[in-house]
């Protein structure tokens, strides 16, 4: 199973001291690769900028750190993602989950969240935070 990691999901992942659940310790440690996507860079940065997010700013600062650290891939944004994610049959309105929601259903991938909201898509594979 490879993961797909939401963006609070990675933040508390490389944030020292974080109350990780042990089902997603132990999952994180048997999955054979780890992801996160570009659209969380985008995000973090973009809720750090507005002051909606301003405990990520060191993650926003130590991105490519972070994806070491973890370890885990960044996975980049395709136009198939895009067009995907414009179109999910999901009443959602925010475009950083909806396209996290793509990515996880084109790629056949588990997305690791703690955010509710995903449970409602359609065939997508979630491990619950």
Do not use: N
């Amino acid at each position: 199973m490879t993961l797909l990691l939401d963006t609070h999901a990675f933040y508390w992942c490389v944030r020292r001291g974080a109350d990780i659940p042990s089902h997603v310790i132990e999952a994180l440690h048997q999955a054979p690769r780890r992801l996160v996507s570009d659209i969380s860079a985008f995000e973090v940065a973009f809720k750090v900028r507005l002051g909606k997010f301003p405990g990520a700013a060191g993650l926003r600062d130590r991105w490519a750190e972070a994806l070491t650290q973890l370890p885990a891939i960044a996975l980049p944004i395709t136009t198939a993602h895009a067009l995907r994610g414009g179109t999910l049959d999901w009443d959602h309105r925010d475009p950083f989950d909806r396209l996290l929601a793509a990515q996880a259903l084109t790629e056949g991938l588990t997305l690791v969240t703690a955010d509710a909201a995903f449970a409602s898509v359609p065939g997508l594979s979630i491990l619950r935070w």
